[in-house]
T-cell receptor, first 115, second 112 residues
Framework: NAGVTQTPKFQVLKTGQSMTLQCAQDMNHEYMSWYRQDPGMGLRLIHYSVGAGITDQGEVPNGYNVSRSTTEDFPLRLLSAAPSQTSVYFC??????????????FGPGTRLTVT | RKEVEQDPGPFNVPEGATVAFNCTYSNSASQSFFWYRQDCRKEPKLLMSVYSSGNEDGRFTAQLNRASQYISLLIRDSKLSDSATYLCVVNEGAGGSYIPTFGRGTSLIVHP
């Protein structure tokens, strides 16, 4: 299993540009989520999905869109990039907790700089 | 915003030392608790869940104090490879309503 994969690993955007961060998982997890991590701020939840066709907002959703057309994929779209969106973005999927442990598996991250 | 607070450190300890981190949370309805480990410029990975009765995994012991609303992580016989940031994670919901809140992390540096 590849686990959770993210592309690209690095990206530089100009203010106002749009782009899509890709995330895929091959563990058949229903729950997926997007976080951003900024120095001194910890991980903050942007959007999450509890299954194909279902998405919801997290703590910091403004400026981002998501869709979940398949179980495997959960792309994050930046509509009009702003310097405040410079961050490291992590995608995660979560198991179903059958063993009583809810473990999130994170992708390797995308380092985004907006100039 | 529901708060999860950690001392950012860094905790700078020699090999073989015992070190403990605490994490406090503000939401008394929180249901489940975890410690994650994050190496520099890498993704977080689950270290251990924290159960009400406390739990141990090798050199690592996690405890939960619901009355005082904190969880702790104890690392015994520290190794150089334990150097990382340790993230406290608190979840309000149970099962399918899992929406976790991450602490900002505690940095541990183990030196020879």
């Amino acid at each position: 299993n590849a686990g959770v994969t993210q592309t690209p690993k690095f990206q530089v955007l100009k203010t106002g540009q749009s782009m899509t961060l890709q995330c895929a998982q091959d563990m058949n997890h229903e729950y997926m989520s997007w976080y951003r991590q900024d120095p001194g701020m910890g991980l903050r939840l942007i959007h999450y999905s509890v299954g194909a066709g279902i998405t919801d907002q997290g703590e910091v959703p403004n400026g981002y869109n998501v869709s979940r057309s398949t179980t495997e994929d959960f792309p994050l779209r930046l509509l009009s990039a702003a310097p405040s969106q410079t961050s490291v973005y992590f995608c995660a999927s979560r198991n179903d907790g059958l063993a009583g442990v809810y473990e999130q598996y994170f992708g390797p991250g995308t380092r985004l700089t907006v100039t | 915003r529901k708060e999860v607070e950690q001392d950012p450190g860094p905790f700078n300890v020699p090999e073989g030392a015992t070190v403990a981190f605490n994490c406090t949370y503000s939401n008394s309805a929180s249901q489940s608790f975890f410690w994650y480990r994050q190496d520099c410029r890498k993704e977080p990975k689950l270290l251990m869940s924290v159960y009400s009765s406390g739990n141990e995994d090798g050199r690592f012991t996690a405890q939960l104090n619901r009355a005082s609303q904190y969880i702790s992580l104890l690392i015994r016989d520290s190794k150089l490879s334990d150097s990382a940031t340790y993230l406290c994670v608190v979840n309000e919901g149970a099962g399918g309503s899992y929406i976790p809140t991450f602490g900002r992390g505690t940095s541990l540096i183990v030196h020879p």
